[in-house]
């Protein structure tokens, strides 16, 4: 139910990772009145890979999330979480509201043992290498100390390692500066512990202006720097986009031309396509959880479909419980 | 001396803002061998009001700030800020190593009564009005307290009167919500500190989407995020620069259409033209000192010197000082 389209965005893209993934099972928890309709598509042999869970409460985008817990246990969003820890889901996935799914998770789901907090952990394009890079936290949390700073570093290595299929994922701390000397006490302490773990692939810290450079895999940082990281991003993209739309408009010249450069534009909009950037992970919880963007594409959300279903694959919070344990030995 | 290309930079803006400016005068410390030749094309009155104070001693861009203060007395930004110190300039403006000319700053220069720490004021494009906004601290500090963040308030206030010729600045904290319990201790006791100063005209919080949005003259955070915050931002510039060149390289229809495109890219780059928002203000000591992006263009530079000069006609450290001594009664 969640998002700015709802099941009109979220139904078709389930019904398309269907299709993709013949051993993939959806539940579609919501208002079946609305949900019905937009199944009719179904070949009978999908339709066995389908149910629906209904309820018609959904929490709105905009509650606010410590007024969430009363009266939500009801809603679209708590159920499909509720599944997970009973269970009968191995994954969910929502493009509602942040702040209450991270209520739900936290509340519902225990946390990996070993692990302090949970985190979001964001994807980032990488535009060096045409891949992605992974930002945690973006915001499960206000501040951070070493330790958990460093539960980050190892839930994102193993993350990355999972989405990205790339092993040895290079971890790297956001910070203000190259030099060791650099940065909050409780960033240098946090290099300290990642740069002794054996268990990861720590290359040091990196600025903000190197972020979409690739360098690393993985960068950790607390959860207000990177909520306002990912943020002024989204900010500074939405300035240039809004500089290429006034410039076109300026003139008879440009508006002939931007029939030509149209092409142009496109192409530029499909390498900055945010699909591909869609499913922030709620790492830390013995249960998967993927926050697809509130306003994603069909495109988008079945691209954190996708993440989600990776994360099954590998058994990621199993992985982190693995190394939580190897790294207390 | 400062900045990627020195003199052949630095003094040739510095000529055109005496041009400009009748009242101005310019003292150009550094290697009179590499500053003399530069300043040929002076007529003879101009001429009048142009000195050289002459050292071989220029601290290098990648110079450790901690290793600065050691055999740096005669370098050329010593010596320059050394002369606002003495009376003998009203402002410095430097485009060299941003953390030794804090370091410069705080070593020779007084704090303004009331201000336990300096900060840098970076400026902004608003988009939407064309103007500015200023962004304070980008790095001056590590972490900031909220006595310290109101006092940035304060001093951000009065600099973005001064420098944007508008009264009652809006004053923002940059924070991950707009809720009012949103964000750290620091924060939340900052929006009550400033919320009850009759000094100035706070509106809230803003997030890092907004940042460029204009809704605010001046945005307060602590030095880390404020760091981080600008070099994302020019990273996620740099991104979008780097697709339109490649975009255009991809193919013999971008290739020549990209002739007919160049235009609206110039368009697009004069917009985003850093020049116009080169100079940040080192704010919070007795005397003014600006400093210039280390790749600042001419124009670039010559901006950075405008807002010295701004700064010196209002006054802005004794503004600050009533300030803060009216914020203390």
């Known amino acids: 139910m969640g998002g700015d389209s709802g099941p009109p965005v979220t139904v078709p893209a389930a019904l398309a990772a269907l299709k993709k993934h013949p051993l993939l099972q959806i539940t579609l928890v919501g208002d079946e009145q609305q949900i019905t309709p937009l199944l009719t598509s179904l070949s009978p042999n999908d339709a066995t890979r389908v149910d629906i869970v209904h309820t018609?409460?959904?929490?709105s985008a905009h509650a606010r999330p410590d007024k969430v817990l009363r009266g939500?246990?009801?809603?679209?969003?708590?159920?499909?979480v509720d599944r997970v820890r009973q269970g009968l889901a191995d994954a969910c996935v929502s493009a509602g509201n942040t702040g209450a799914l991270l209520m739900a998770g936290r509340h519902l789901l225990d946390a990996i043992p070993g692990i302090d907090k949970p985190a979001i952990m964001a994807t980032l394009p990488a535009t060096r290498s045409g891949g992605y890079s992974y930002l945690l936290d973006v915001g499960a949390n206000v501040s951070n100390n070493a330790a958990e700073l460093y539960q980050f570093a190892l839930m994102g290595s193993v993350l990355a390692s999972s989405l990205s299929e790339r092993p040895h994922a290079r971890v790297a701390l956001l910070n203000i500066g190259a030099e060791a000397n650099k940065g909050t006490p409780e960033i240098q302490q946090a290099a300290s512990l990642l740069a002794d773990s054996p268990e990861l692939n720590y290359i040091g810290f990196i600025e903000g202006n190197q972020l979409y450079d690739g360098v690393a895999d993985v960068i950790v940082c607390d959860g207000f720097t990177g909520n306002i990281t990912i943020k002024t991003s989204?900010?500074?993209v939405k300035v240039i986009q809004g500089l290429l739309t006034k410039t076109i408009r300026a003139g008879w010249y440009f508006r002939l031309l931007s029939l030509f450069a149209r092409p142009l534009l496109l192409g530029i909009q499909k390498e900055l396509n945010p699909a591909r950037y869609n499913g922030a992970t709620l790492v830390g919880l013995s249960g998967i959880i993927v926050k697809s963007h509130g306003?994603?594409?069909?495109d988008g959300f079945e691209h954190a479909i996708r993440h989600a279903i990776k994360q099954v694959e590998d058994d990621v919070p199993a992985l982190i419980a693995g190394k939580m344990n190897h790294a207390s030995e």
């Open 295 to 298: 306003h994603a594409s069909q």
């Open 56 to 59: 018609s409460v959904a929490i």
């Open 72 to 80: 939500s246990r009801d809603s679209s969003m708590f159920i499909a």
């Open 234 to 236: 989204a900010g500074a």
